[in-house]
């Protein structure tokens, strides 16, 4: 089991620049992706961006790709979202989650191990 505890959520206008992190703590060496998901007030769960553990390979959602990327940092166990030129649409709880048994696509592995969410909010 991996523990997941997001952060760098906050308020942000239009426009801005927010940066997730993601801090993996437990077995984290035996997950194969860990992957960036986000849920809207009323909306199904949505996601984001993906990153393979050991390849570093990523996938990106075409409604953020452009804007948003992820990134990993090994020796800390860290997963980041780099989020550039935010808009409203991209309010939401955004969470990260651990896959251990990741297929071909990392929008489709199931996603075992989740964080608490971290909130995100753009204004207008």
């Known amino acids: 089991q991996v523990q997941l505890v997001e952060s760098g959520g906050g308020l942000v206008q239009a426009g801005g620049s927010l940066r997730l992190s993601c801090a993996a703590s437990?077995?984290?060496?035996?997950?194969?992706?860990v992957g960036w998901f986000r849920q809207a007030p009323g909306k199904e769960r949505e996601f984001v961006a993906g990153i393979r553990w050991n390849s570093g390979k990523t996938f990106t959602a075409d409604s953020v790709k452009g804007r948003f990327t992820i990134s990993k940092d090994n020796a800390t166990n860290m997963v980041f979202l780099q989020m550039n030129a935010m808009k409203p649409e991209d309010t939401a709880v955004y969470y990260c989650?651990?896959?251990?048994?990741?297929?071909?696509?990392?929008?489709?592995?199931?996603?075992?191990?989740w964080g608490q969410g971290t909130q995100v909010t753009v204004s207008s």
């Open positions: 989650a651990a896959s251990y048994n990741c297929g071909v696509s990392l929008q489709n592995c199931p996603y075992n191990d």
């Open positions: 437990g077995r984290i060496l035996s997950a194969s992706a």
